[in-house]
């Protein structure tokens, strides 16, 4: 063995599939805990820093959609590492400079604890800012998608609402959503699990492509 090799740093602990890693914390609304949005479907993100320009616009739209968000059954969440203080201080001059006022919580994380465990600071990275980090958690605490960006380029909230829609969807029918799918369109049958399952999908299109109504999401 090598001796002077250094240790390979933990690798965070959210996988998608897996169950979200718990956490109680300060935030701009109280005391939050992942177990307050049981029932519900959470977009949980991070962000660099606070008053940063492409941050700032970021609030402004997750804002501005929330309305959007809370008739999916969705609630909104942020972090960085960043102070409560500074938190408060950020969203008091956004509703102010912008007529915004941000309605959701932002949790400070100044241990980077929570940031690490979700993978948004990267393990061996010498910068502590968070990445433009987002995790979608289901009703019943698993992460179903995981989205980074990286700091200099900000997130579109419509493909967000995209990816809630399109995971809500296939839970309620089985179906599966093909590219650039958007709410209303035809979904997908997922793959034939079998051979029979394959000769029974004949028709106009192949048996492994085959189209269905999903319904409104």
């Not at 929330?66 to 960085?80: M, P």
């Not at 959701?104 to 980077?112: A, L, R």
Request: glycine share 6%; aromatic share 10%.
């Amino acid at each position: 063995m090598n001796e002077d090799a250094s240790p390979s740093p933990s690798l965070p602990s959210a996988q998608i599939d897996a169950l979200a890693p718990d956490f109680e914390a300060r935030s701009t609304q109280g005391l939050v805990k992942l177990s307050d949005y049981r029932g519900r479907w959470l977009v949980f993100f991070s962000h660099p820093a606070d008053f940063t320009p492409v941050c700032t616009s970021e609030f402004i739209a997750f804002e501005r959609a929330r309305a959007q968000f809370e008739a999916i059954n969705t609630s909104l969440l942020g972090l960085s590492v960043d102070s409560l203080y500074a938190h408060i201080a950020w969203i008091k001059d956004i509703e102010a400079r912008f007529e915004i006022k941000i309605g959701f919580p932002i949790i400070e994380d100044i241990s980077m604890a929570l940031a690490r465990s979700y993978g948004m600071i990267h393990a061996a990275s010498t910068n502590t800012a968070a990445v433009r980090s987002v995790f979608v958690i289901d009703p019943e605490g698993y992460i179903r998608a995981m989205i980074h960006y990286p700091m200099n380029v900000g997130r579109s909230v419509d493909e967000i609402l995209r990816l809630l829609k399109a995971l809500q969807l296939s839970d309620r029918t089985g179906l599966t959503t093909p590219e650039g799918w958007q709410a209303g369109e035809d979904a997908l049958l997922a793959p034939p699990m079998d051979q029979g399952e394959a000769d029974t999908r004949s028709g106009a299109t192949p048996w492994y492509y085959t189209p269905r109504s999903g319904g409104v999401s």
